[in-house]
């Protein structure tokens, strides 16, 4: 029963990463959130597709900047950004920690610090340094927090999924037999639906961009689309100026547009939630404590 989900699981993965590849060029949106979807539809198949169409892939030509606009969207891209980067750096801990029979602690610190790791200093701080006026120093500082509360919400969706289903599906702890990837499509799915309400948080509270619009070949010029324009400097987390060429809308909802922020005393209970959340699912992982 098992193998004939899995077959078609990986059937129509396949399907949906050659459309998305196929596709995505077209869209003006950042090159860092258009390898985004390309990295999640690799482990979530159809959904991550679903998602491009319905969150994304420009309906009509020129309409970008509008569709993106609504908040549902723009906490996607956030999410995405999160599950894309840090999600790579779990899995690749797990299949390691697989591979070495690492511990259950073992396993989970090195799953935590590649996710991490590379979420932060490379896919959200490297990446989006121009957010930052290009520096990457500052990139790192002012996307620390943000990369830090939503690892741990997906973190915490993944460990518990995985602990579940490994001992469930026969060579799920192989990262060299299919199972194992199924396992992790699953883990990175409910990660997702886990990192989603904070990163709609983190949104709202400016702290983190959501979808991006760059300027199109033909509107280098600087033309515009209704009352939608295209901004060659959008404003950027904490005040920044971007020179993606990132669109802003009329109702601050891009995310990162430089409104105001929580205070500190916000953002360190917002950050313990997280973290109480997180050693909550490895209490129900089991094998932890």
């Not at 050659?18 to 869209?27: E, G, L, N, Q, R």
């Not at 460990?159 to 469930?168: A, E, S, V, W």
């Not at 990163?199 to 709202?204: A, D, G, M, Q, S």
Request: hydrophobic share 50%; glycine share 12%.
């Amino acid at each position: 029963m098992i193998e004939g989900v899995m077959l078609v699981w990986f059937v129509l993965t396949g399907l949906s990463l050659a459309f998305v590849v196929i596709d995505i060029p077209k869209t003006p949106e950042s090159t860092v959130l258009k390898w985004a979807f390309v990295i999640l539809v690799v482990f979530t198949g159809p959904l991550g597709a679903f998602f491009y169409v319905l969150g994304c892939r420009e309906p009509l030509k020129g309409h970008h900047e509008q569709f993106v606009s609504a908040r549902w969207r723009q906490v996607l891209g956030s999410t995405m950004h999160c599950a894309a980067g840090d999600g790579l750096g779990i899995i690749a801990g797990a299949a390691i920690g697989a591979v070495l029979h690492l511990s259950p602690w073992s396993d989970f610190t090195l799953e935590y610090a590649l996710g991490f790791g590379f979420g932060w200093t490379y896919f959200q701080a490297f990446a989006m340094r121009d957010m930052y006026d290009g520096s990457y120093t500052r990139s790192l500082r002012e996307t620390f927090i943000p990369e830090l509360v939503s690892m741990n919400l997906l973190m915490a969706g993944m460990i518990p999924t995985m602990k579940f289903l490994m001992p469930r599906i026969e060579n799920a702890g192989d990262p060299f037999q299919p199972a194992f990837w199924f396992v992790m499509s699953m883990a990175l799915i409910v990660g997702f639906a886990l990192a989603y309400p904070i990163n709609w948080w983190l949104v709202v509270n400016n702290m983190k961009h959501g979808m991006l619009t760059v300027l199109r070949a033909e509107e280098a010029g600087g033309a515009v689309h209704g009352e939608h324009g295209v901004a060659a400097n959008a404003v950027a987390p904490g005040g920044g100026d971007s020179s993606t060429g990132a669109a802003t809308d009329d109702h601050g909802e891009h995310g990162g547009d430089g409104g105001e922020q929580p205070g500190s005393a916000t953002i360190f209970f917002v950050t313990l939630f997280t973290f109480a959340v997180l050693i909550a699912a490895l209490w129900l992982a089991g094998g932890f404590f």
